[in-house]
């Protein structure tokens, strides 16, 4: 048996790493303080009027009037698995609208589950035409349309205004992955016609990953209310089960999470409590700013960055029209190692900026302005460290350009 000093390791003491990348970021204090609250039992009432707290708080960042607007435990992912498990039975046709890794994620989790999948596509760096999703709808006829709203792996926003009307003429549900855009750009569920949305903490919410806003529309809760099917150590009298196919997952089963987290209260899982606090904690934070303000801020950091990189002579990647306001994407200069940068940048500079992922691996970085360090200091500071980086490894980089550049951005 391994015998371990207790001491080995050490306190937890990381390094003070600035994350610019496309996230995770940096939490806002508030929210680490809010995680190091005591602990509540899962159905003790100050617990459940927290639950009842965050529905109301995440309404409003969802764009939402919907009742059953919640937390998945676990990272952004777990949100879409659940959303996706609950939503779409074995066999039944799933459109998704495809320009990115995680439109790719979408059509990997729906083999899992057994899906029909039909996608329609954008290249890399471009957003999927409003009429080519009406044409693929047609031409499909899906059960579901599923896409997201922020890809990250690409940096481009995919316009959702009249999805939904879309998707609902069809007769058929949709799921928006917002993720990486929750709080730093507008998500209007309602407005978009979207049937189920999930998002995570850990990018402009300004929390650490682990926790999964969601918000389902009425008409998406009745459909998964059909396929409720209560586990049999917790069967009640008063709570029946639905005719439709069982949902494929335990954990994820949002009938049974719906009725976790409404005043049934059945037990399912044991609410991730300090995870819930840092969820609470990011709302409170965005709203008393001002969800209007919020959006203006990414929308200046992502302005300011991009002019500092445009004035370093870099080329940013993608569809400037359809471009995420909180991550931006630039094209690595020809012979320059993008790897070697990305280490001076962490081990000079303390900061951090993302590599990228399939057909733009080595071929841009990422970088990241949101939640706490959408900040004009902390993006000029990346700029400059950028210059420094480029400088020493042999890019002719014009010196003292990014920063006035990304200041006269920031208040354009
Ligand atoms: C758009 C999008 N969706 C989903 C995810 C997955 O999130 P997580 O790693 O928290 O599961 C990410 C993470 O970067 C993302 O950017």
Known sequence: ML?????????IDPPQRLLMGPGPVNAHPRVLRAMSADLLGQFDPEMTGY????????????????????????????????ALVSMVAPGETVLVVNFGRFGLLLTEILSRIGAKIETVDAPWGEVVPLEAIAEAIHRVQPHHVSTIHGDTSTTMAQPLDGVGALVHAAGALLYVDVTATISGMEI??????ADVVTGGLQKCLGGPSGSA???????????????????????????????????????????????????????????????????????RVALAEGLEARFARHASAGRAMTAGLRAMGLTVFGDDRYRMTNVTGVYIPDG???????????EQFEIEIGTAFG??????????????????????????????????????????????????????
């Open 51 to 82: 639950m009842n707290q965050v529905m109301a708080l995440y309404r409003p960042i969802f764009g939402t009037q919907n009742q059953w607007t919640m937390l998945i435990d676990g990272t952004a992912r777990a949100g879409i698995e659940a």
């Open 359 to 412: 057909p733009l691996q080595g071929t841009i970085w990422r970088l990241g302005a949101m939640g706490y360090n959408a900040m004009k200091h902390k993006v000029l500071l990346t700029l400059a460290a950028l210059e420094a980086c480029l400088k020493r490894e042999g890019y002719a980089v014009p010196l003292g350009e990014a920063v006035p550049a990304a200041i006269a951005a920031w208040h354009a």
């Open 188 to 193: 209007a569920a309602d407005r978009w016609g």
């Open 213 to 283: 806003p969601i918000t389902i529309s009425d008409r998406a809760a009745e459909h998964i209310a059909r396929r409720r099917h209560v586990e049999q150590g917790i069967r009640r009298a008063d709570i029946a089960d639905g005719q439709g196919p069982r949902i494929g997952s335990n954990y994820f089963d949002l009938a049974m999470i719906m009725d976790y987290w409404s005043d049934k209260r059945l037990n399912h899982h044991t609410e991730a409590t300090s995870m819930l606090y840092a969820a609470r904690e990011c709302a």
């Open 336 to 346: 320059i190692n993008g790897e070697a940068v990305r280490l001076a940048m962490r």
């Open 3 to 11: 015998d371990l000093d207790p001491l080995l390791f050490g306190e």
